[in-house]
Nanobody, 120 residues
Framework: QVQLVESGGGLVQAGGSLRLACAFSGGTFTLGWFRQAPGKEREFVASISPNGGAKQYADSVKGRFAISRDNAKNTMYLQMNILKPEDTAVYYC????????????????WGQGTQVTVSS
């Protein structure tokens, strides 16, 4: 049974940093981060291959966010730097058995989400 559990969200000032974590179980697969702001559709943030060798980022977070994983600890991370108010959203961890994808419909497994709020 696949389970994904996010942690690390919170309130931070613009320009600050946060690190999100996603504890995963039930297998080793492609993992991703998506986010959803109030009144908006869920959007892709970043994804990482099962061995961590391949990564993708949304243009809006390139150079500011970094995705990584430690399979020995069954944990994926999202280091978020230079945060902006527009980064405010619920962040979701996701998993799929195939290759990297930026489409939420391609992911089979989802966590419950963690709130990130960036104040100006």
């Amino acid at each position: 049974q696949v389970q994904l559990v996010e942690s690390g969200g919170g309130l931070v000032q613009a320009g600050g940093s946060l690190r999100l974590a996603c504890a995963f179980s039930g297998g080793t697969f492609t993992l991703g981060w998506f986010r959803q702001a109030p009144g908006k559709e869920r959007e892709f943030v970043a994804s990482i291959s099962p061995n961590g060798g391949a990564k993708q980022y949304a243009d809006s977070v390139k150079g500011r966010f970094a995705i990584s994983r430690d399979n020995a600890k069954n944990t994926m991370y999202l280091q978020m730097n230079i945060l902006k108010p527009e980064d405010t959203a619920v962040y979701y961890c996701s998993g799929r058995g195939g290759l990297l994808s930026t489409f939420s419909r391609d992911y089979n497994y989802w966590g419950q989400g963690t709130q990130v709020t960036v104040s100006s």
